[in-house]
């Protein structure tokens, strides 16, 4: 059974740092990995998907990397700033037409 | 484009009541929608998968009989949470496939609905 961990649970940063977020996976057989933002008590935003076939993904100050063998995704935040503030939930999906398996999340917090 | 919805964002209900979430793909056809539960400081965990016109299809652990899920046309699915109690309380987030978008197998989420149950 597929099994998602991300490390740190929680993270403070000083405004202006670079940062990574780490996620792991049990089975490589996946079909891509998706990255997510939750501000509290809200819904999921899509950051980065990466499909399996794929070795990482840019948009904007984020960057996502993806070592299927390895079972290992980083996510890379540049420059970071206070907005960039909340929970970042790492997902993978299986086979296509499946549901994710999410991780618990790295609760970030940059202050200013 | 891609926009999925759900109604209501938050209900707050008594023991014993049942409650009925809606969700819908706005502006395309969902095949395949999955309902997700959170509890606070968890992540999201799959409870069922609802293929348009037939029964969903549930997680180990959740109850078919208390967790109603009707995917009556592409655009719509519904979770109903029968005869509910405070440990039912959490966060209910859906999400939706659609074959015709894009060419990624991408899932788009609803903003989800926050049920508090006394």
């Known amino acids: 059974k597929q099994e998602v961990t991300q490390i740190p649970a929680a993270l403070s940063v000083p405004e202006g740092e670079n940062l990574v977020l780490n996620c792991s996976f049990t089975?490589?057989?996946?079909?891509?990995l998706q990255w997510f933002r939750q501000d509290p008590g809200k819904g999921l935003t899509s950051l980065l998907l990466?499909?399996?076939?794929?070795r990482e993904q840019t948009s904007g100050r984020l960057n996502a990397s993806l070592d299927k063998s390895s079972g290992r995704s980083t996510l890379y935040i540049a420059a970071s700033q206070p907005g960039d503030s909340a929970t970042y939930l790492c997902?993978?999906?299986?086979?296509?037409?499946?549901?994710?398996?999410f991780g618990k999340g790295t609760t970030l917090s940059v202050s200013s | 484009g891609a926009v999925v919805s759900q109604h209501p964002s938050r209900v707050i209900c008594k023991s014993g009541t049942s409650v009925k979430i809606e969700c819908r793909s706005l502006d395309f056809q969902a095949t395949t929608m999955f309902w997700y539960r959170q509890f606070p400081k968890q992540s999201l965990m799959l409870m069922a998968t609802s293929n348009e016109g037939s029964k969903a299809t549930y997680e180990q652990g959740v109850e078919k009989d208390k967790f109603l899920i009707n995917h009556a046309s592409l655009t719509l699915s519904t979770l109903t949470v029968t005869s509910a109690h405070p440990e039912d309380s959490s966060f209910y987030i859906c999400?939706?496939?659609?074959?015709?978008?894009?060419?990624?197998?991408?899932?788009?989420f609803g903003p989800g609905t926050r049920l508090t149950v006394l």
């Open positions: 089975d490589s057989a996946i079909y891509n």
């Open positions: 999400s939706a496939r659609g074959a015709t978008v894009g060419s990624t197998d991408t899932q788009y």
């Open positions: 997902a993978v999906g299986g086979q296509a037409g499946t549901a994710l398996i």
């Open positions: 990466i499909q399996s076939s794929q």
